[in-house]
Structure formats: structure tokens, C-alpha cells
């Protein structure tokens, strides 16, 4: 179904409805319900019951429903850690290290954990807002400015450090294309990946200067001067029951009750690629096998007959009568299934896609299901050790996670409706429509800065940074190859621009878990990070620029 401009209405109405609002829920259904209506043809009671379809929908997908699930797991992982005392027990610990007692320092230590957990960037997000949230609040540093540091350590910090999920996809989507050294490529494309350096150094240089600008100085002003961690009237995507709950009366601090479920958290998440991504490669192995063995018997089968009808052929006297058109059809039949076999056989995966090694393991890995059994141990383990020491009963650990769980349904509501949008816009092919857009305006030397522009506003659109790797690559590389240039660039180009969706889009699920994570308020987020995104993929576009016409003259 072509609709031409109106599939980026529904995507921008949302976003911009949401900005001017403050009304996330409302505005995002509101972009789905237009997206749906366009598509039935402006029925409005066609669209509406498509709405409700689409919304259903969402729970197809086993990675929307895993991440709204371990979100909202998160929530009772909080509550069990903040009421046993190990938030207040790490808290006093980290300051008596001296460590992330100024607004600087508490900072740098969301910025340095974030660089160090790059394995997948939901749980990065999780574990830079464990780590942090405590430490910024006690030196006054405002929500805002803690999600922001959160956000562009996550995305940004997975695309440079590929020895990830985010690494092996972006290989494969090379290998696709016909690179045959795609981890080269990909090697070659960090040091040029210029949004997601300068997003991410250019947080340090904010955090070390501590000099900021537009609506962030604002919360910062107000942090430091009030003492207002929030704005007035902000909703946190965490209930302010959960966030703001004591330590149960009597308890002495335990950092351990913190330190022990982080840990589980941490080192669940690779172990879970790992098994993930192990047992998918065994299974297609051991299907690619046995597919390949029927093939055998198949052709062996097919073999067999053709050679009964060649004999049946020759033993005709072919000047006195006519090949008998019921042999001569089954013959061209079994040739033709014979030729069919023979190429699905060669379509199979080959053994090296196969191999046990790290990239194809992180490649089949799945992300959302390994961050679920972290997050799902990581709460076992908080609510086993309150359990164990006999500082919470049995029936206070389960009143902590239903309400943890509980306090974080706006986040949940917040995420199906950004699943959703972002389904609506594959359904009306967005993407593509944008991209098509740049394609009258190629050359050689702006075909880096157009990839990256195209790439941004597609990310930004659709909150999906792999989404737009999946439909960029197609269209770059073929045209890197036949216009001459450096493939590294355009490569790096696509994957910076996908990386500002992710960034500072409000319908990525990333900026949703970073806002979450922080406990801040979501738009409130969105707004005083956009301004920080816009300049560094201003100073990234003008790297492409520069780097594509040099590779081109120079």
C-alpha cells in the first residue's frame, strides 16, 4: 500500500504531540490510532478496531513482551534492595570511598559504569541507574542530567565496543550484503562511527566541566539551588513509592543486599548470550543437518527415477514412434524438482556460520531473553538474601515485588504503545518512503552525510536503531560499491545514525528504559537530552561531509 508522505505522520504527530503535551500515553495512541486509520482507507471505525489489533499484537513479538516484562521486574529489584538496606548500605560505602560525593564525581561514576557494561544496552541502562541513582541523588544532581549520562552510555558505548548482540547483528546484516570480511568492516567503522563518539565523549566533557545549556541548565539550576532532583508536576517513570522507599526501621546498611543482585545482574547477561546463542546455533545445526540428509535421499530418489525413464526412452523406437509425453513430462519435472533440491542444499547455512564461535554465539543470542533471566535471578537473589538473614518475612518480599512491579505499569503502558508505533511504521513502510526521499540527491561525495541524515531521521522516527541498520545497509552498500568510496564510512555512517534514534528518540525503547532506570520523568528526558544529540550529529554530519568529499577528490 503506497502512502507516500502520510507514513511519517503518524511517527512525528506522536512525537511532536508528546512534546508540546507533556501527555506521553495519549499522544503515542494517538499516533498508532492515525497509522491505522490511514491504512484502512480513513475508515475511522476500521482504524480503531485495527488500533485495538495492533495493540494485541504487540504480545506476538517474544522480545516486546520480555522487555516489558524485565522492566518491570526492575521494580521489585528495587524495592527489595531499597528496603533490606543495601541502597543506603552502598550509598555510605561509595562515600566513605570518598567516591561520587560531588555532583562531578557521582557523575562520572554513571559515566565510567556505563562504558564498562557494554554488553547489551537495556542492561546498561538498569545497572548505570542501580549504581547511580543513589550517589546522584545524595550530591543533588538532577534526574535529567542522570538519564541523560544513562542514555548515552547505553547505544552509543554498544556500537564502538561491538563484542555484543549489536556487533554480531551489524556482521550479519555485512555478510548479507556479499562483505567477506564484515568483522574488518565493522573494525575499520568505529573510529569514523563520529556521532557515537562525540555523543559519548561529549558527555564526559559536560560532566567534567559541568557546563550545560538549554532546558538541562535549567534542571541543573534548579537542582542545585532548590534542591529539586525533579520539576514541579514531572511524573518519573517510577511510581515515587517505590523510589522514594525507606529502609525498613531497625536495619542496619548492608551494601552486600545491593552489590550481590547487581553482580547477578551483570554476569547473568553474558552467560545468557552465551546459552541463548549456543543452544539456537545446536538447533539449526541439527535442523541444517537433517534438512540436508531428506535433500540426499530426495535427489537419490529422483536420480532413481529418471534414470528408469531414460531407459524406458532409449528403448523406443524414436524413428517409428513419438516420445510418449506422460515420460517426457515427468522427466522435465524430475529435473526441474532435482534442480530445486540442488539449490535449496547450497541455501543451507554453512558450516562456518555455524561454528561455536563468539560472534556466531553472540549473533544468535537473544538479547531480551538473556537480560530477562538476568533481571528475574538478580530480584530471586535480593529477595533470597533478605529472606536468609531474616530481615524481611516471606509475606513482605512478596508485598515489595507486586509493588515494585506495580509502580513501574505507566513504563509498561509507555512501552507497548512504542512497540506498537513502532510496528505501525513498519506496516506503512516509513523507512523506506524516507529513504527514497534522499535517493535524487546522491553522489559519491555526499553519499556518507545523506546515509547518516536519512539514518537519523528514520531512527528518530521509528525508536529502532537495528530496524534502521536492516533497511539502510541495502541501500548503502550497493551504492558505496557502485559509486566508489569508502565502505568503512558509509558503514559508519548508517550505524551513527541509527544510534541518535536509539539516543533521544521518545518511542526507543532504550530512551524509555533510561528514563525509567533514572526515574525520570520521561519527556523531561527527551527535552533536555535533544539538545545535547542535535550538536553532536551537527558535528557528525559535518565529519561526513568532510570525510566524504575528501575520499572522493583527495
Request: hydrophobic letters at 55%; glycine letters at 10%.
Amino acid at each position: 500500500m503506497e502512502l507516500g508522505w502520510v507514513s511519517v505522520v503518524p511517527p512525528v504527530a506522536a512525537i511532536a504531540l508528546a512534546m508540546a503535551t507533556r501527555q506521553v500515553i495519549p499522544s503515542l495512541l494517538f499516533g498508532v490510532t492515525v497509522g491505522w486509520t490511514a491504512m484502512a482507507g480513513w475508515d475511522p471505525l476500521a482504524g480503531l478496531a485495527d488500533t485495538v489489533t495492533a495493540l494485541v499484537d504487540v504480545f506476538k513479538s517474544g522480545y516486546n513482551t520480555k522487555v516489558i516484562l524485565f522492566s518491570a521486574l526492575v521494580g521489585a529489584l528495587i524495592t527489595l534492595t531499597q528496603r533490606s538496606g543495601g541502597v543506603e548500605g552502598f550509598v555510605r560505602w561509595m562515600q566513605a570511598l570518598n567516591i561520587g560525593k560531588t555532583r562531578r564525581s557521582a557523575s562520572l561514576v554513571a559515566w565510567v559504569t556505563g562504558l564498562v557494561v557494554f554488553v547489551e544496552s537495556s542492561i546498561t541502562c538498569l545497572v548505570v541507574g542501580a549504581v547511580a541513582r543513589p550517589l546522584s541523588d545524595a550530591a543533588g544532581v538532577s534526574r535529567e542530567k542522570l538519564a541523560y549520562v544513562c542514555d548515552s552510555t547505553s547505544a552509543p558505548v554498544c556500537i564502538l565496543i561491538p563484542l555484543n548482540a549489536w556487533g554480531a547483528y551489524v556482521m550479519g546484516l555485512l555478510a548479507i550484503q556479499g562483505i567477506d570480511q564484515p568483522l574488518i568492516v565493522l573494525l575499520e567503522a568505529i573510529p569514523l562511527n563520529f556521532y557515537a563518539l562525540v555523543a559519548l565523549f561529549g558527555t564526559l566533557l559536560v560532566i567534567l566541566l559541568q557546563k550545560d545549556f538549554g532546558p538541562m541548565k535549567k534542571a541543573e539550576d534548579r537542582a542545585r539551588n532548590e534542591g529539586k532532583l525533579l520539576a514541579d508536576g514531572a511524573l518519573p517513570m517510577i511510581s515515587s513509592e517505590v523510589i522514594a522507599m525507606p529502609m525498613k526501621e531497625g536495619l542496619t546498611p548492608r551494601k552486600r543486599n545491593m552489590l550481590v543482585p547487581l553482580a547477578v545482574l551483570i554476569v547473568m547477561m553474558p552467560l545468557g548470550l552465551y546459552l541463548t546463542g549456543r543452544t539456537a546455533i545446536l538447533e539449526q545445526r541439527a535442523a541444517a543437518e537433517g534438512r540436508a540428509d531428506a535433500i540426499g535421499l530426495e535427489l537419490d530418489a529422483i536420480g532413481l527415477e529418471l534414470d528408469a525413464i531414460g531407459l524406458e526412452l532409449s528403448n523406443l523406437d524414436t524413428e517409428l514412434a513419438a516420445i510418449p509425453a506422460g515420460e517426457a513430462m515427468l522427466q522435465e519435472l524430475g529435473k526441474a524438482r532435482q534442480a530445486a533440491l540442488e539449490a535449496e542444499r547450497e541455501a543451507l547455512p554453512s558450516a562456518a556460520a555455524l561454528e561455536l564461535d563468539v560472534f556466531n554465539i553472540l549473533g544468535q543470542g537473544s538479547g531480551s531473553t538473556a537480560v530477562l533471566w538476568a533481571v528475574l535471578a538478580s530480584t530471586l537473589i535480593a529477595a533470597f538474601m533478605a529472606l536468609a538473614q531474616r530481615l524481611l518475612s516471606f509475606g513482605e518480599v512478596n508485598s515489595l515485588i507486586l509493588q515494585g512491579m506495580a509502580g513501574l505499569m505507566p513504563m509498561a503502558v509507555i512501552m507497548v504503545l512504542a512497540f506498537a508505533i513502532n510496528n505501525t511504521c513498519s506496516a506503512m513502510e516509513t523507512g523506506p518512503y524516507v529513504a527514497s526521499l534522499v535517493e535524487p540527491w546522491l553522489s559519491p561525495a555526499l553519499l556518507p552525510f545523506l546515509l547518516f541524515v536519512c539514518a537519523c531521521f528514520i531512527a528518530f522516527s521509528t525508536g529502532t536503531s537495528w530496524g534502521t541498520f536492516g533497511i539502510m545497509m541495502p541501500i548503502g552498500i550497493p551504492l558505496v560499491a557502485a559509486m566508489g568510496g569508502s565502505l568503512p564510512l558509509v558503514v559508519a555512517a548508517i550505524l551513527g545514525g541509527g544510534v541518535f534514534g536509539d539516543h533521544c528518540s521518545p518511542i526507543s525503547d532504550t530512551t524509555v528504559i533510561s528514563s525509567m532506570a533514572t526515574a525520570c520523568d520521561h519527556i523531561d528526558h527527551v527535552r533536555t537530552q535533544l539538545p545535547y544529540a542535535l550538536v553532536a550529529a551537527a558535528i557528525a554530519g559535518v565529519g561526513y561531509l568532510i570525510a566524504g568529499v575528501a575520499v572522493v577528490f583527495l
